[in-house]
C-alpha cells in the first residue's frame, strides 16, 4: 500500500460561499475497446481541468492483456521481433490514450493499476507510463491513499489550524450484480482503514453509500462535544458500454462484448465528483466531504 501526502489548492465553491477541492476518480476507460465511450472521456477530463478539479486514477485505463493474458504470454518463448512488434502496437495505442489525458497533467493526486495493463519489454507499464505523464506518483497495483493538507491561518493568535482529508482508494475485485455490490466491498475496508472517502472501480457500478463516523471530543477547557462525520463510499462508474447495436468483430460480423455474452448487466457509464470543502469547527479544523454521482 502506498501513501502519499498532498497540498491541494482551494478555489471558490460551485454551490456555497466556502472554499473547495473538487477531485473525479477516473477509472475503467478501457482505451482501446470497441465500446469505449472516448467522446465522454475526453469531455469529462476537459471539463474537470476548466472547472478546477484533481483526478485519481482508479485501474483500467487500457483494454489490454488481462491477468491471464499475462500469465499466457509469460508462459511462452516469444522472438524478439514478435515481443518488440506488440510493444509497438501497443505503444501507439498508449500514445492515442495519452492525447486524452493529457489535459489533466499535475493535476493527478495518484493512481493505482488494475487488472488490464500491458508489460513493456523495458520493464515499465502503461500504467506507470501514465503516472510519469501525469506527473503523479504511481500508487502500484494494491491500494493507494493520497492524503490532502489544509493550512487555516490565525493571526490574531499566532498560529495556524491544520486539516487532513484522506482519499483510499483501490481498484477492487470480484463482481455483482447488484448496484451496492462495489459499495459493500468498501464498507469491509472502512471498517479496518481510516479514510475521509473511499473509491472503488473494476465492477463498473456507479453510485455512493455512507459510512458514520462518531466521536466525542474534549477542549482544553474540558467542554465535551460531539462529531458526526459521513464517510463516503464511492462506486466509480465507468466509461465501457456492455451493450450496443450495430457492434462488430474484424470480419465485419455481428459481435456483442464480453459483458452481453456473459449476459451481465449493463454498465453504469460517467462517473462521480467528490466536493471537499475544509472548515473550522469548535476552533479545530475539519473537512466536509459531500458526492456527486
Request: charged share 25%; with cysteine.
Amino acid at each position: 500500500m502506498e501513501v502519499e501526502a498532498y497540498t491541494p489548492k482551494t478555489v471558490d465553491s460551485l454551490l456555497f460561499p466556502l472554499k473547495e477541492v473538487r477531485v473525479i476518480p477516473i477509472c475503467d476507460t478501457h482505451i482501446g475497446a470497441q465500446g469505449a465511450d472516448l467522446d465522454r472521456l475526453r469531455k469529462t477530463i476537459l471539463w474537470g481541468v476548466e472547472h478546477d478539479c484533481y483526478f485519481i486514477g482508479v485501474g483500467d485505463y487500457w483494454d489490454v492483456a488481462s491477468p491471464s493474458n499475462r500469465r499466457a504470454l509469460a508462459s511462452i518463448t516469444l522472438y524478439d521481433s514478435v515481443r518488440e512488434m506488440m510493444d509497438d502496437r501497443m505503444h501507439e495505442m498508449f500514445k492515442k490514450g495519452l492525447a486524452i489525458f493529457k489535459p489533466a497533467r499535475d493535476r493527478f493526486l495518484g493512481l493505482v493499476t488494475g487488472d488490464h495493463v500491458w508489460e513493456f519489454g523495458d520493464g515499465s507499464t502503461t500504467d506507470t507510463r501514465l503516472a510519469e505523464e501525469m506527473g503523479c506518483k504511481f500508487m502500484g497495483d494494491g491500494a493507494g491513499e493520497t492524503i490532502l493538507k489544509f493550512y487555516y491561518e490565525k493571526p490574531s493568535k499566532g498560529n495556524n489550524l491544520y486539516a487532513t482529508c484522506e482519499l483510499w482508494y483501490h481498484h477492487g475485485k470480484g463482481w455483482g450484480e447488484s448496484p451496492v455490490a462495489a459499495v459493500n466491498q468498501l464498507a469491509k475496508a472502512a471498517a479496518h482503514f481510516y479514510a475521509d472517502c473511499y473509491f472503488i472501480a473494476h465492477q463498473h457500478k456507479k453510485g455512493v453509500g455512507y459510512s458514520p463516523w462518531l466521536r466525542f471530543h474534549v477542549t482544553p477547557k474540558g467542554h465535551i462535544f460531539y462529531e458526526a462525520q459521513e464517510r463516503p463510499l464511492v462506486a466509480c462508474g465507468g466509461y465501457l458500454k456492455g451493450y450496443q447495436q450495430g457492434s462488430t468483430n474484424l470480419a465485419g460480423l455481428p459481435s456483442a462484448s464480453y459483458i452481453e455474452k456473459k449476459m451481465l448487466m449493463p454498465t453504469a457509464l460517467g462517473g462521480a465528483m467528490v466536493f471537499i470543502r475544509p472548515r473550522i469547527k469548535h476552533g479545530r479544523g475539519e473537512v466536509d466531504v459531500q458526492v456527486l454521482v
